[in-house]
């Protein structure tokens, strides 16, 4: 089967880094997306990894191990605005373009 | 470029009733895709299509239909709904490289009652 996991929430102090956890299983693989999803709003994208490695994209990085199904977002100096779901995807067709979505991890920042 | 829009943003629906909900893009996407999103859940695929005249189901497509005569357009019809249906329904749309992230619109939070 196919299957996204991802913590349910996850709590930080703003100026803090959080690290929010992925893992897959997918009958294919063709990169991984992580969107950020404001309530009520729709997801906007993030990042994506095709390679194993860390992509840097300002105060966010994700990082891919295809070997071991997993990934990670990294938020650094936590604003206030960086609270909202952080939803992981996984495409697992060129051809399509289809995404599996994880259930969404939602980060609460405090002060 | 008005990006991906989505009409009607809210409507409440009684059990049996059907409507419509409408997707335009106006970025010349090939691919277009339809959500639903239960409330604290990721997203699920409903349908998708890879071009105009041609579309395929995706992991939930019970109880919907699609069509895609144009390149712009991809509504979603909703035949007899049910209160399984209550959900808030997302459309994207996306170039047709291999990489291509999906572009979301601002969603439709349905209903049925």
């Known amino acids: 089967g196919q299957n996204i996991d991802q913590p349910t929430e996850m709590t930080a102090t703003e100026g803090a880094i959080v690290q929010i956890n992925c893992t897959y299983q997918?009958?294919?693989?063709?990169?991984l997306f992580w969107y950020q999803q404001h309530a009520a709003e729709a997801p906007t994208f993030l990042s994506y990894?095709?390679?194993?490695g860390l992509e840097e994209k300002g105060r966010f990085s994700s990082f891919l191990s295809r070997s071991k199904g997993y990934s990670y977002l990294l938020l650094k100096e936590l604003q206030m605005k960086d609270s909202a779901s952080y939803l992981c995807a996984v495409s697992g067709s060129s051809n399509t373009g289809k995404l599996i979505f994880g259930q969404g991890t939602t980060l609460q920042v405090k002060p | 470029n008005a990006g991906v829009t989505q009409t009607p943003k809210f409507r409440i629906l009684k059990i049996g009733q059907s409507m419509t909900l409408q997707c335009t893009q106006d970025?010349?996407?090939?691919?277009m895709y339809w959500y639903r999103q239960d409330p604290g859940m990721g997203l699920k695929l409903i349908y998708y299509s890879v071009g105009a005249g041609i579309t395929d189901k995706g992991e939930v497509p019970n109880g919907y239909n699609v069509s895609r005569s144009t390149t712009e357009d991809f509504p979603l019809r909703l035949e007899l709904a049910a209160p399984s249906q209550t959900s808030v329904y997302f459309c994207?749309?996306?170039?047709?490289?291999?990489?291509?992230?999906?572009?979301f619109g601002p969603g439709t939070r349905l209903t049925v009652l």
């Open positions: 990894n095709v390679l194993d």
């Open positions: 994207a749309s996306r170039p047709g490289q291999a990489l291509d992230t999906q572009y």
């Open positions: 970025m010349n996407h090939n691919y």
């Open positions: 997918t009958s294919g693989f063709n990169g």
